[in-house]
């Protein structure tokens, strides 16, 4: 299967909200528009889920990434990248592996056998479930990743999801443009590392990307007006996840700007010997009291989130169908340039997700439909024409088509911005 093939059926998975290489498949062998879109001919057949999962394997890491960048060179020509704040956020991707399936990773002993044998250690000797349950809920950090690991996905982690749950996961973390919404950057890490260690390799891959982007729009525009921001990142955006005098005091070093709010002390900071780490917490604590600070933060909810709800929610990828870490990055990088994509549609036409688009069918239709109403009540009311031998004009003004036009809500769900 020929590459550009294979990235455009990823980009069908994102637009159509489609999880699995199977229901890419699938779909792109049963829509025609797709298939028209794909590049794939009437006379042939779609590809399967084993060739699209063979070419995956043959295509690495690197050309993942330079399609993702392709795609931000794209949104930095039309003005969508900004790259002077950037906001950063995780969330957890649902990893596809079992928590009944993890082993020890000194003996490799599964969990149901170690429950046994703490069972017989209390005296048990043929326990039932009933004691294996009894015996599992007096046990005390009982789902350590230190002690344990799928032996079929050794890069998930036992992690505690955003609704409560536990699951084997991975985590995901987005560095998104502030001033237009455009994610600069993805990485994907192990779900138990904390945000003052992941962000480290997310900012520097912000960092590197958006020095690219600069290098390449003076090399095209060299007396242009620049459209990134010549000084690269100076400011970051975070949740309080992110605060600690260490990960300050490395972005400030990075020559970053910080809007992080801090977390809930119990009680006084102790700063002896920490003096540097004292300056930069008081200044970011400073910038946050400003009104800059305050818009900064309710920006980062909107932008960070929305990223999140179109990769993962409505892109359907907020569990993954792959494993290691290698494979499930190739999809996440197309799967987020897709969504830069839509960003671009959504400024070129309006419409840019697979919902908004079915939303703009309705209109299209619902407009028809009207149309149609308005035309045959106003034929009915007419009075029958002679015939004649020269042409019959019709009128373009029709009263009854723009009465159902008045009210306000029509007239705004109707129109498409930027057509």
């Given amino acids: 299967m020929a590459p550009g093939v294979y990235f455009r059926l990823l980009l069908i998975g994102y637009f159509e909200g489609i999880d ?22 009437l006379g042939e057949g779609a590809p399967d889920h084993t060739t699209i999962s063979r070419t995956r394997r043959l295509i690495d890491v690197e050309t993942h990434r330079q399609v993702f960048g392709w795609v931000l ?24 592996a079992a928590l009944r399936s993890i082993v020890r990773r000194d003996n490799g002993e599964s969990y149901e056998e170690f429950l046994k044998g703490l069972a017989r250690q209390s005296g048990v000797e043929t326990p039932t479930r009933e004691d294996l349950a009894r015996v599992d809920r007096k046990r005390k950090k ?56 992941t962000v480290k390799e997310t900012l520097a891959e912000a960092g590197t990307t958006v020095a690219d982007l600069i290098e390449r729009e003076a090399e095209a525009q060299p007396l242009g007006k620049p459209q990134v921001n010549l000084g690269g990142v100076e400011e970051v955006v ?52 400003r009104p800059k600070g305050k818009r900064l933060l309710r920006r980062r909810g909107e932008l960070i989130e929305r990223t999140f709800a179109h990769c993962y929610d ?38 840019g997700t697979p919902r908004s688009l079915q939303g703009l069918s309705f209109t299209v239709h619902f407009f028809a439909a009207l149309v149609a109403a308005a035309l045959d009540s106003a034929n009915r009311g007419q009075p029958e024409q002679e015939v004649t031998d020269g042409p019959i004009i019709a009128s373009c003004y029709q009263p009854a088509l723009w009465s159902h036009f008045s009210h306000s809500k029509i007239q705004k769900r109707t129109s498409t911005p930027d057509c």
């Avoid at 990248?81 to 991707?93: N, P, Q, W």
């Fill in 20 to 41: 699995s290489e199977r229901g890419i498949a699938w779909r792109a062998g049963d829509s025609l528009s797709i298939r028209e879109f794909v590049g794939i001919p």
């Fill in 314 to 351: 409505t892109g359907g990828m907020r569990r993954t169908h792959l494993r290691k870490h290698s494979n499930i990055l190739k999809r996440l990088l197309i799967q987020v340039a897709g969504a830069n994509l839509g960003l671009l549609l959504r400024s070129l036409y309006g419409s």
């Fill in 73 to 96: 060179e794209l949104l930095a020509d039309g003005g969508l990248v900004k790259g002077k704040r950037i906001g950063i956020d995780a969330t957890t991707l649902e990893a596809n």
């Fill in 142 to 197: 009982k789902g350590s990743n230190q002690e344990w690991v799928n032996p079929h996905d050794r890069d998930a982690r036992i992690t505690k999801m955003k609704d409560g749950r536990t699951h084997l996961a991975h985590k995901a973390e987005h560095a998104v443009d502030m001033e237009t919404g455009a994610v600069v950057a993805v990485t994907l890490q192990a779900a138990d590392l904390g945000d003052t260690t």
């Fill in 238 to 289: 975070a949740d309080k996840g992110y605060h600690s005098g260490p990960a300050l005091k490395a972005m400030k070093a990075a020559g970053v700007r910080t809007y992080i709010p801090e977390k809930k002390q119990t009680g006084k900071r102790h700063w002896v010997g920490k003096e540097d780490e004292q300056q930069v917490v008081y200044a970011n604590r400073q910038r946050l009291q």
